[in-house]
């Protein structure tokens, strides 16, 4: 008799994925449906073209469901794939591993390595970044992670909710980090509040005494009002002389600008970068102070802005607003993960 037994299949996940995984933060993941399914009136939902050749119907259309999702359906079981190494006999995930800077040279080290010489090559210590594997040519026989799907959907991009996020691995501490990245060096400075008749507004603390002096020339008693970072602003939250981003304690209605909920159904956001990436490092940061609708928003942005970061060079950006599956999952045999 022949071997009757089914492949499993696998998925390619890369180190936050798979370290969000490990740490249980993330038990959820999100692709793009390939290729898109398109709108036809006569359906309620979106089609897939099917070929039907064996049963002599040819090409047709079928509603899309999640019998349509390649990764399979509840129940099913995947093998995650992982940047590897085989050192010597030794498997060592990439996953494990941070980055060092050395002398502009970038590699990998173990975090208990400590300090490590450019040169050296050690296995059991770090591996330079042209020695790791990519993902893709992982085997079943050395993954250490097997997953079971436990839930399959598909709906646009733009509909990912905060519970999505949070199941992606989204956090406050990974929001600050996303936003940090997408910042790049960009950060906010200091701000001051000049009040001077109608002269007044949030200036940075590069800017205030260039301002004050040349508002003074027309209103003497004009001053500066507040401590270091202005209180209690309606933003936005850029210096109104550089527009740097810039510190300031923003009210229920600076925040609801900043977070895209002062629109009329509060639903449409955007991946933040530059300035605005900086901005929300700082509300991020005292996340524990913000309502439960700031906070999460704050989510559902820092999953954009990470979908971005991620498919940047593809045409599955946030913008594109494509159709995904959302396929949720738990860890089999988590206890005996290698």
Request: charged share 25%; net charge negative.
């Amino acid at each position: 008799m022949g071997n009757t037994r089914q492949k499993l299949k696998s998925i390619v996940f890369n180190a936050d994925r798979v370290r969000n995984t490990l740490n249980g933060t993330k038990r959820q993941f999100i692709r793009v449906i390939n290729p898109q399914p398109s709108i036809d009136p006569g359906f309620s939902a979106p089609v897939v073209e099917i070929d039907s050749t064996p049963s002599g119907l040819g090409k047709c259309v079928r509603p899309l469901g999640a019998s349509h999702c390649p990764y399979g359906l509840p129940g099913d079981e995947l093998f995650v794939k992982e940047c590897y190494v085989n050192a010597t006999g030794k498997i060592l995930y990439r996953a494990d591993y941070g980055e060092v800077e050395d002398d502009n040279l970038s590699y990998s080290a173990h975090p208990d390595a400590g300090y490590l010489d450019e040169y050296e090559k050690s296995y059991e210590v770090g591996i330079l970044p042209h020695e790791w594997k990519p993902a893709k040519s992982m085997s079943h026989d050395i993954s250490r992670i097997k997953i079971k799907i436990t839930s399959v959907k598909y709906q646009r991009l733009h509909d990912i909710t905060h519970e999505d996020a949070v199941k992606e691995g989204i956090s406050a501490e990974t929001a600050c980090d996303i936003f940090r990245m997408a910042a790049g060096s960009i950060e906010t400075k200091d701000s001051r509040w000049i009040d001077g008749g109608e002269n007044y507004g949030d200036y940075c603390v590069d800017c205030i005494d260039t301002v004050l002096s040349k508002i003074k020339t027309s209103f003497p008693d004009a001053h500066i009002d507040g401590s270091n970072v202005c209180d209690d602003s309606d933003g936005p939250p850029f210096c109104d002389e550089c527009h740097c981003p810039i510190c300031v304690n923003l009210t229920g209605y600076g925040l609801d600008h900043q977070l895209f909920l002062d629109d009329d159904d509060g639903q449409l956001y955007w991946p933040a970068s530059g300035g605005d990436a900086a901005v929300l490092v700082d509300i991020a940061s005292n996340i524990g102070c913000l309502s439960d609708r700031h906070t999460n928003r704050l989510m559902q942005i820092a999953f954009a802005t990470k979908w971005n970061e991620v498919n940047h060079k593809r045409k599955n950006r946030w913008e594109w607003n494509p159709w995904v599956w959302i396929i949720g999952f738990e860890v089999v045999d988590e206890n005996e993960v290698k």
